[in-house]
């Protein structure tokens, strides 16, 4: 069983930052992945950021490459998703998620979710 909990959401202005927590509990492993999605109002939740566990890979939407990086504190059980250059339609609800096993953008794949954390920039 794994438990994950997203923390740093807020309100930021067009143009700034934040950095979003994902707190990871339960067992992992070097074939481990984290991700993080994002839902806005009457869209689909969509990938955004994942990192694999042992920190060998890393992969972005194209939308956010460049403005955004996934990085992992494994001994304290921590990822992270620094996003610098805010845009308005960045404006959603971050999950983080996790898997065992290959790394894959696919939401469906991934069975272990928390409850979210909301991001909301302003123009």
């Known amino acids: 069983q794994v438990d994950l909990a997203e923390s740093g959401g807020g309100l930021v202005q067009a143009g700034g930052s934040l950095k979003l927590s994902c707190a990871v509990s339960?067992?992992?492993?070097?074939?481990?992945?984290v991700a993080w999605f994002r839902q806005s109002p009457g869209n689909e939740r969509e990938f955004a950021a994942m990192i694999t566990w042992d920190n060998l890979y890393r992969s972005y939407t194209e939308s956010v490459k460049d403005r955004f990086t996934i990085s992992i504190d494994g001994p304290k059980n921590m990822v992270y998703l620094q996003m610098n250059s805010l845009k308005p339609e960045d404006t959603a609800i971050y999950y983080c998620a996790a898997k065992y096993g290959a790394y894959t953008a696919s939401r469906s794949a991934y069975p272990y979710w928390g409850p979210g954390t909301q991001v909301t920039v302003s123009s």
């Open positions: 339960g067992r992992t492993s070097s074939y481990f992945t």
